[in-house]
């Protein structure tokens, strides 16, 4: 993988293997994470096929491509949601076209989760949820154009089952009952960078997340001011935690998100906070 010379140093402690690209020049490592530097060396080893070899992919785009899988995958392995020997639902809330518009491109999204799954369960069922969530499937037509087949993945991987919905994720749920059917709880739920703070739509669906369903909700923001603004506004509905505010995520995203004005950086899941109901392995854990 290539560097980038341009980036500024990064103030991990100690330095981290990516320096100079390591991008992370304003964070303050948790206490009980000091001395701890994040994980984009390890990534060959933790998934040999995330980079093909010989590739020049620099580091920052890797860990843009690979940063919503793998911090699935942590936190399944953090929940003790894995192994298990049932399908192994995951749902999405306020997903959008980074999760891919069409089944050939959410599964290149999240193959590599898959492949971190081997093993470990027989089927990944994902639901995409959200208004900004469509499908746009053009599987047939890369077909024609003969795009490569992806190889077969290697025996013990978990097939992958995808569904979109453009309803928000509470509406999804009452469409699902007005037909008369049930609604099966995921193992995991999960809100990607969701500006929980910033829109009042997020309410119903936390909700019912968390006190109709009681699975667990991950939510991940961009940086600490909007990581507290989303734990505040969780306290607001009366939610418990898994864990609170977490900064020093190993597997966030090392490029930063193009923004115009004069705003703090941001980068994709660079905080996590994990709601989790009592009674269900909930913890508190201060930051």
């Known amino acids: 993988m290539a560097s980038t010379s341009k980036s500024k140093a990064c103030t991990c402690v100690p330095r981290c293997w990516s320096h100079p690209v390591c991008t992370l020049t304003t964070r303050v490592p948790a206490p009980e994470d000091e001395g701890r530097a994040h994980s984009w060396a390890d990534v060959s080893s933790v998934l040999p096929t995330a980079v093909a070899s010989g590739s020049d992919e620099p580091t920052e785009l890797v860990s843009r491509r690979l940063s919503r899988p793998l911090t699935i995958f942590e936190a399944l392995v953090e929940l003790k949601l894995v192994p298990t020997p049932a399908p192994l639902r995951i749902h999405l809330l306020g997903a959008d076209g980074r999760e891919g518009r069409g089944k050939v491109a959410t599964t290149e999204v999240f193959r590599p989760l898959c492949a971190l799954l081997r093993g470990q369960c027989p089927e990944v069922r994902l639901l ?17 154009w003969g795009k490569p087949a992806a190889p077969a993945p290697p ?40 500006g929980v703070w910033g829109y009042d739509s997020w309410a119903e669906s936390v909700r019912y997340v968390h006190h109709a369903l009681g699975a667990p909700l991950l939510v991940t923001s961009y940086n600490a001011d909007e990581a507290d603004a989303d734990e505040e506004a969780l306290e607001a509905m009366g939610v418990a935690w898994a864990w609170r505010p977490r900064s020093n995520h190993p597997w966030r995203s090392l490029v930063p998100e193009p923004r115009k004005g004069d705003f703090a950086p941001q980068y994709e899941n660079d905080h996590t906070q994990c709601l989790r109901r009592e009674g269900e392995g909930a913890q508190e854990e201060a930051r």
């Open 155 to 194: 025996a013990g991987t978990p097939t992958l089952a995808i569904e979109y919905s453009s309803a928000y994720y509470h509406e999804y749920a009452a469409a699902v009952a007005v037909r008369g059917g049930r609604m099966e709880p995921p193992q995991l739920a999960v809100a990607f960078n969701a």
């Open 128 to 144: 995409l949820c959200g208004p900004n969530c469509s499908e746009n499937d053009f599987s047939s037509m890369e077909m024609e």
